[in-house]
């Protein structure tokens, strides 16, 4: 089996806000290999650090949003 499952539900996570949670799914799906999304899964978890960057006030680098 491949990762595509756990990238899935860190999608769900990320829609939902819950970033540390989308983080691990990523993460875990990034692990098992097989993806063929591996690009954008890595697009996902940089989006999430720069709002996390945000909230947190460390908008230095600029925003994506």
Do not use: C, P
Not at 19 to 33: P, S
Not at 42 to 60: A, L, P, R, Y
């Amino acid at each position: 089996t491949t990762g595509e499952a756990l990238v899935k539900v860190g999608e769900a996570w990320l829609g939902h806000g819950q970033y540390e949670k989308a983080i691990d799914a990523f993460d875990k799906g990034l692990a098992k290999g097989g993806l063929k999304i591996q690009d954008e899964t890595n697009i996902n978890k940089g989006k999430i650090q720069e709002i996390k960057n945000v909230i947190n006030g460390d908008n230095s680098r600029g925003t994506i949003l």
